[in-house]
């Protein structure tokens, strides 16, 4: 079984900073790719970012790359969202999600355990 549970969402103004993580269980954690995606009020959940198994290769959405960062630590079973320079329209619930295969993908079918959210609120 594995179970996914984000942290670290919150009420931030416009070019404030939020690190998001995401705490992993289960022995096959580091097997997969891990990513981000959020889904705004109304709109359908969209990719954000991935992170291969061993952490060496990662992808983003257009709309965040430069600002926002993935990582993660196998040795802790955390996965992490740097996002820097926070827009309004960053405005969504984040979710985690554990991937079917080792490397990055933008596809949200390519995904097979998904933690509960944590809102991020940028106000303008």
């Known amino acids: 079984q594995v179970q996914l549970v984000e942290s670290g969402g919150g009420l931030v103004q416009a070019g404030d900073s939020l690190r998001l993580s995401c705490a992993a269980s289960?022995?096959?954690?580091?097997?997969?790719?891990m990513g981000w995606f959020r889904q705004a009020p109304g709109k359908e959940r969209e990719f954000v970012a991935a992170?291969?198994?061993?952490?060496?290769?990662?992808d983003y959405a257009d709309s965040v790359k430069g600002r926002f960062t993935i990582s993660r630590d196998n040795a802790k079973n955390t996965v992490y969202l740097q996002m820097n320079s926070l827009k309004p329209e960053d405005t969504a619930v984040y979710y985690c999600?554990?991937?079917?295969?080792?490397?990055?993908?933008?596809?949200?079918?390519?995904?097979?355990?998904w933690g509960q959210g944590t809102q991020v609120t940028v106000s303008s």
């Open positions: 992170v291969s198994w061993s952490g060496s290769s990662t």
């Open positions: 289960g022995r096959t954690y580091s097997r997969y790719a």
């Open positions: 999600a554990r991937g079917r295969n080792t490397y990055p993908s933008m596809g949200i079918r390519d995904y097979n355990y």
